[in-house]
């Protein structure tokens, strides 16, 4: 009941730019909703291309207060080539993007690496891709880091726009252009560039399989070292303060322990910390 309210919220909401939405009912168009812990997020697909926009578009309604901060951070980093889903229309509460074409980077990730321990145990062309992958997310973050430097005078202490909240699940790789896209921008904020990168390195070791299925998920832990290297490839004038970085890693994984009610007790530094390299 409540999401055929929502429904016919949308349709009278947005009928003046998508009239395509009242022509012709539901069967004109389908919505399918994604997991979203704050906001409604939906594919909206539309049986036949409206006159205005794709035949597919990604929905956002915001049940927050951060769609002005959000959009306002689309349209900056549109101005910085910087690959993120075009948006095609804003009206508070309501934001439409572009569907990006690709495959969600934590599930590229993640379902290749179901029942192996090391990188090495893959075979040739799917380590290729996960490499692939993570050295355009590495980019990816390193663009926005180097376009969006707000104060260097401490090395150690670069302060930039970061993503915020950096998920795996927040990216989009398109292999048939080898092109990561980036979304959700409602907690971008500014401070230490190592922030983005440790939420990201928090993803890759708490999404299964990882350190909460396996005692030792060595691959998760040389997909760190790989991103990391790539990252600080890419950006040569960011400093790694591994002290900096392992105390803010654990304290996003605990966050994640406390955010999942899990049963795993507080993380030990030396049980993650020991093969991630201090050397970038």
């Not at 380590?127 to 993570?134: F, K, Q, R, Y």
């Not at 401490?154 to 252009?177: C, H, Y």
């Not at 990252?231 to 303060?241: C, E, G, K, P």
Request: some cysteine; hydrophobic content about 40%.
């Amino acid at each position: 009941m409540v999401a055929e309210k929502i429904e016919q919220k949308i349709i009278n909401d947005l009928k003046e730019e998508l009239p395509e939405l009242a022509l012709g009912g539901k069967n004109n168009f389908s919505l399918n909703q994604y997991k979203s812990k704050k906001n409604f997020v939906y594919d909206l697909i539309f049986t036949k291309k409206p006159k205005n926009f794709p035949k597919e578009l990604i929905l956002k309604i915001f049940r927050t207060e951060n769609a002005e901060h959000e959009y306002n951070i689309y349209k900056r980093l549109e101005k910085q080539n910087i690959s993120i889903p075009k948006v095609l229309f804003f009206n508070n509460p309501y934001l439409l993007l572009e569907k990006v074409k690709g495959i969600n980077l934590c599930d590229v990730i993640n379902n290749n690496l179901i029942n192996k321990i090391k990188l090495d145990e893959l075979n040739p062309s799917v380590l290729d891709l996960l490499v692939l992958s993570i050295h355009k997310l590495a980019a990816w973050i390193a663009h926005l880091h180097s376009q969006n430097i707000v104060n260097k005078t401490d090395p150690s202490n670069i302060i930039v726009l970061n993503k915020g909240d950096t998920r795996l699940r927040d990216f989009i790789i398109d292999i048939s252009n080898e092109t990561v896209y980036g979304f959700d921008f409602e907690d971008a904020y500014e401070g230490n560039y190592l922030d983005d990168l440790v939420w990201i390195c928090c993803a890759l070791l708490d999404t299964d399989p990882g350190i909460f299925e396996m005692f030792e998920p060595v691959h998760k832990t040389e997909l760190i070292n790989i991103f990391l290297k790539e990252y600080f490839r890419i950006n040569t004038n960011f400093q790694f303060s591994f002290q900096y970085f392992a105390e803010k890693l654990i304290e996003n994984l605990n966050i994640v322990i406390e955010r999942r009610s899990l049963e795993f007790g507080p993380v030990s530094k030396d049980s993650i910390l020991q093969n991630i390299s201090k050397d970038y």
